[in-house]
């Protein structure tokens, strides 16, 4: 028999097409609010509050049933809702990132050149730097005082509010400074400077020279209470100031930075929140951060806190009979979702893909065997046997699904958090839904695919 997939909006009926339209609204809202690995943490909390979730540390055993939360440094959140089955047998993961790329600000980042306050940025995650400059961006962050107290800043979100940018040079100017060089240093990662102010203080002080500079230092020790030495400590990201917004006359697409990859946290958040009975397979929804600098660092997929709240939870669920051996058993009979984007076909640059491989927008869940790059180094391989039960679950809860792969086999390639799972033993796959424009400051989704991705990860918890 013929193998064919096709556009999930062919087949839906009108009632439907208005319940994705809605739930693509509330997804919207997630990626306005949660611009930063902390804030989808504190976001999904909220939500996870209203839904009966409480912090792990309030409960001494967990029953079946019970629901909880583990946040790693803010930067990490599990949410558990406990199975019927001793955790022995294994737990059903969904994995996706919160951290998106971006430029943060340097350690020592403010400086005075030609009478503007600017601040240095270093960008974070794959770029193509050129497409931050010229653009609204707003700043989120912390700022962490010497004696420990935190403080918040979000400037440029509000339509009050002023935002930064980087100045591009203009087309008249360009030809022997900028027009040749190549696509990856139009704009060099040293030139990706913010304006930050260009009004001069009037104080009468001939030690201070740059008056602009000790202009917006000042403003911001009125404002936010700190001083030039507290960016040393701080953790400031600029992400592109503009709202999501629907995409084309129809609709049907959601145009906004961070689908990579909050459409598969958001979508993972809501699946598990709405749980409404006792699973028997204990279910996990983990949001990660540093997934696009290689999942290092404490709150990066290759730290061991994963062991670290899995032993918690096998102790609380077993009343204090743990041991090892039965945490890595647990691990080694779950089965995951690396949930993370995939790239569609782009009308405009069909060439990189194998269109009978590649995974097209609207057309739902992708499932990706392997990621990597030139002869699949680098990935996790999801097994066929995995696969194979993927097919018939879904088939079987009538979700749309699809292939995918990351571009032609010698074009290029990437990675997800596939292959950290998977050193654990857990049946791995990448399953997440297809992009355009991916890593750019407005990247492109389906609605269609959003609702159908959050309604793959129910069918997945059962
Ligand atoms: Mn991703
Ligand atoms: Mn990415």
């Known amino acids: 028999m013929l193998y064919k997939r096709e556009n999930g909006w062919k087949a839906l009926s009108a009632e439907q097409k208005e319940v994705i339209f809605t739930f693509s609204e509330g997804y919207k809202q997630y990626l306005n609010t949660a611009k930063t690995e902390r804030k989808c943490v504190t976001e999904a909390i909220r939500m996870a509050e209203e839904k009966g979730f409480v912090a792990v540390e309030s409960k001494e055993t967990l029953e079946a049933g019970d629901k909880v939360w583990f ?5 990490n959140l599990v949410l558990v809702v406990v199975g019927s089955d001793d955790i022995e047998q294994g737990a059903n993961f969904v994995v996706s990132h919160v951290d998106s790329p971006r430029l943060d600000l340097k350690q020592q980042p403010v400086y005075e050149d030609t009478e503007f306050a600017m601040m240095k940025t270093h960008y974070y995650g794959g770029i193509k730097k050129y497409q931050w400059a010229s653009r609204p961006l707003a700043m989120h962050g912390v700022v962490v005082l010497k004696d420990g107290r935190k403080v918040d800043i979000t400037i440029g979100e509000k339509d009050s509010d002023p935002v930064f940018t980087i100045p591009d040079l203009l087309p008249h100017l360009d030809q022997h400074v900028q027009r040749e060089r190549k696509a990856s240093e139009v704009l060099k990662g040293e030139e990706m400077n913010i304006l930050a102010g260009s009004i001069p203080s009037t104080i009468k002080d001939d030690d201070i020279k740059e008056l602009v500079k000790y202009n917006v230092l000042q403003k911001l020790h009125e404002d936010y209470g700190i001083i030039e030495e507290d960016f040393i400590s701080a953790e400031l990201q600029l992400v592109p100031a503009a ?5 084309g006359f129809d609709r049907g697409l959601v145009g906004a930075y961070g689908h990579d990859d909050r459409i598969c946290a958001y979508t993972s958040v809501k699946a598990i929140l709405d749980i409404d009975h006792t699973p028997k ?29 899995m032993e ?13 051996r039965v945490m890595r058993k647990c691990l080694w009979n779950s089965r995951a979702l690396s949930s993370d984007v995939n790239a569609g076909i782009n009308p405009l640059f069909k060439s990189v893909h194998d269109e009978q491989n590649a995974s097209r927008l609207g057309h739902g869940l992708v499932l990706t065997k392997y990621t990597g790059t030139r002869g699949k180094s680098m990935t996790n391989d999801a097994d066929a046997e995995y696969i194979a039960e993927l097919r018939a679950l879904f088939d079987g809860a009538d979700i749309k699904w699809q292939t995918g792969m990351l571009g032609k086999v010698d074009e290029g390639g990437g990675g ?47």
């Open 416 to 462: 997800t958090v596939a292959m950290f799972l998977a050193h654990y033993g857990i049946r791995t796959i990448d399953a997440g839904a297809a992009l355009l424009s991916m890593h750019s400051p407005m990247e492109i989704a389906s609605k269609f695919d959003i609702h159908e991705i959050y309604r793959a990860y129910q069918a997945f918890y059962g």
């Open 71 to 75: 946040n790693n440094r803010d930067k």
């Open 243 to 247: 709202k999501a917004q629907d995409v």
């Open 281 to 309: 397979t204990t279910a996990i929804c983990f949001l990660v951060d540093k997934e696009e600098t290689g999942s290092a660092g404490g709150t990066g997929l290759q730290s061991r806190y994963l062991e670290f709240f």
């Open 312 to 324: 918690e939870l096998v102790e609380k669920t077993r009343r204090g009979d743990y041991s090892p």
